[in-house]
C-alpha cells in the first residue's frame, strides 16, 4: 500500500489551499482517514480525522478554518485550508488505516507535503 499527498504550497495570510492523498495498492477496507503536520524540532502534531462513517475531528487550531473530507470510490481523504494563518506552515502528512487483501490492518503514511504560509 501506497499513500500519495498532494497540493501543498507556498501561500499568503489568509489563503487556501487543498490536500489530497490517495492509496493505492492491495486495499479491502479503509477506516480512519487523518492529517498531521510537523515542524523542525517539533513532534508531529493531530490536524483531523475522518471515520468510516463520516464522523469528524479537529485540532483546536484548525478548528472553523479545516474541513476533512474523504472520497471511498478513490480511498482518497481530502484536507481544505481556509484562512491560512503563518504558524499552519508545515509539513503535512496523511494517514489511512487500511486493511489489506490478506486481511492484516495496518495504519499507513504519505511522504508529506510542505505547506507554507507568509505573513
Known amino acids: 500500500v501506497q499513500l500519495q499527498a498532494s497540493g501543498g504550497g507556498s501561500v499568503e495570510t489568509g489563503g487556501s489551499l487543498r490536500l489530497s492523498c490517495a492509496a493505492s495498492?492491495?486495499?479491502?477496507?479503509?477506516?480512519?482517514m487523518g492529517w498531521y503536520r510537523q515542524t523542525p524540532g517539533k513532534q508531529r502534531e493531530f490536524v483531523a480525522r475522518i471515520s468510516s462513517g463520516g464522523w469528524t475531528r479537529y485540532a483546536d487550531a484548525v478548528k472553523g478554518r479545516f474541513s476533512i473530507s474523504r472520497d471511498d470510490a478513490k480511498n482518497t481523504v481530502h484536507l481544505q485550508m481556509n484562512s491560512l494563518k503563518p504558524e499552519d506552515s508545515a509539513v503535512y502528512y496523511c494517514?489511512?488505516?487500511?486493511?489489506?487483501?490478506?486481511?492484516?490492518?495496518?495504519?499507513?503514511w504519505g511522504k508529506g507535503t510542505q505547506v507554507t504560509v507568509s505573513s
Open positions: 494517514s489511512q488505516n487500511i486493511r489489506v487483501i490478506d486481511g492484516a490492518w495496518g495504519n499507513y
Open positions: 495498492g492491495s486495499i479491502r477496507i479503509v477506516n480512519d
